[in-house]
């Protein structure tokens, strides 16, 4: 059996369309299939639009490297297109006495993943730059930033359409088979077959799924993917910050923080709950924490300016718990098929990363076509 095309890309979220982006510039013929009747509808439009500037994650993880390289392509890729983007930076506060090694901790955690222009300030200085927040210590991260999503995600469809490639909405993969030969066959709506010599599973939320489809030679498993739903809550009326306001993490959590977002508004979220669906219902009887949170570095807020705003649904690779795993990006050399790259447990920071993470999934399909 002949392929069809060269190369199908499962999934166009901020993610998928970077791959496909990247592979179309590198002489790659691209066919996208998304299940969904828009790009970039699940996890790449319901997230607080932050250019992470790679503070938190571990030093030699993918998580460190793809966001410290992706903040910079992001930035560059902005100006260079006319996204909206604005480096407001963010102040990382220590709202009591026993955060303050944490803080200290971070900041050596983020110069060894070359992060160098982390400024730290004392309680006056950090009420110099914004006046309503307390705190005992902090460090103002100059290169956070935020971004028009979705400004962002037509760009990058546009320049791989612009290089051929096609993007077919309202396409549900319902099975994927591999054949001794090699090539994938991958099957959209139990009807439509499509063959091809490589494939990029990008699904986020639903690539555990998809790849259990396939059956893998040795013992490999694909990781299993479990959901973790938070809220945002909008502030109505002037915002009271210029920059982010994050508090401390907790583990992967980054904790409930405050943004401003490309309009000038404020939002607060998302916290964090686990759930066995994608259910994307707002909770209003989770305020109470929600507030108390807030407080802890706004004591200004009145509750009566929140509103409900949007949800979102991440992608986790450990249950409640369990230990914080790294990016899975998994090539041939991990589960044994040619031309197969699946991306697993892609969340924060994979919107700062997605151009890196474009970049990385080209060099991993490099061997081919």
């Not at 612009?162 to 077919?168: D, H, L, P, S, T």
């Not at 807020?301 to 949800?311: G, S």
Request: hydrophobic share 40%; net charge negative.
């Amino acid at each position: 059996m002949a392929a069809d095309v060269e190369t199908v890309v499962v999934g166009a979220g901020v993610v998928g369309l970077s791959i496909a982006r990247a592979l179309s510039y590198a002489g790659r013929q691209v066919l996208m299939l998304e299940r969904h009747d828009v790009v970039g509808s699940e996890t790449s439009s319901r997230n607080s639009e932050v250019i992470h500037a790679g503070l938190y994650y571990p030093p030699g993880s993918l998580r460190a490297k793809l966001c410290v390289e992706g903040k910079h392509q992001l930035y560059a890729f902005c100006a260079a297109n006319g996204i909206r983007h604005r480096r407001c930076g963010k102040l990382l506060v220590a709202t009591a006495a026993d955060q303050t090694a944490k803080l200290e901790a971070i900041a050596r955690n983020a110069r060894a993943n070359g992060v160098d222009d982390l400024v730290p300030l004392t309680p006056a200085e950090a009420k110099r730059l914004e006046p309503e927040v307390a705190c005992v210590a902090a460090l103002l991260s100059p290169s956070t930033g935020i971004v028009d999503s979705h400004g962002l995600m037509l760009a990058l469809e546009g320049h791989a359409e612009a290089r051929g490639a096609q993007i077919v909405l309202r396409s549900e993969v319902t099975r994927i088979d591999v054949a001794e030969s090699g090539l994938f066959t991958v099957e959209v709506g139990g009807e439509a077959r499509i063959g091809c010599e490589s494939l990029v599973i990008a699904a986020g939320l639903h690539a555990s799924k998809l790849a259990a489809m396939l059956g893998f030679p040795g013992s490999y498993r694909p990781p299993s993917t479990y959901y973790a739903k938070g809220q945002y809550y909008a502030l109505s009326g002037r915002s009271p910050f210029q920059r982010h306001i994050y508090p401390m993490p907790q583990g992967a959590w980054l904790g409930l923080h405050a943004t401003v977002d490309i309009a000038g508004r404020c939002k607060f979220g998302p916290d964090m709950a686990w759930t066995a669906d994608i259910d994307y219902s707002f909770e209003p009887e989770r305020l109470g924490p929600f507030l108390d949170a807030i407080r802890s570095y706004y004591p200004g807020l009145a509750a009566e300016r929140l509103h409900p705003d949007y949800t979102g649904v991440r992608p986790k690779l450990y249950r409640e718990g369990e230990p914080v795993p790294d990016f899975a990006i998994h090539g041939p050399s991990e589960h044994g098929h040619e031309g197969l790259v699946m991306l697993f447990g892609i969340e924060s920071p994979g919107l700062t990363a997605a151009l890196a993470i474009g970049d990385h999934v080209a060099k991993l399909l490099g061997g081919r076509g």
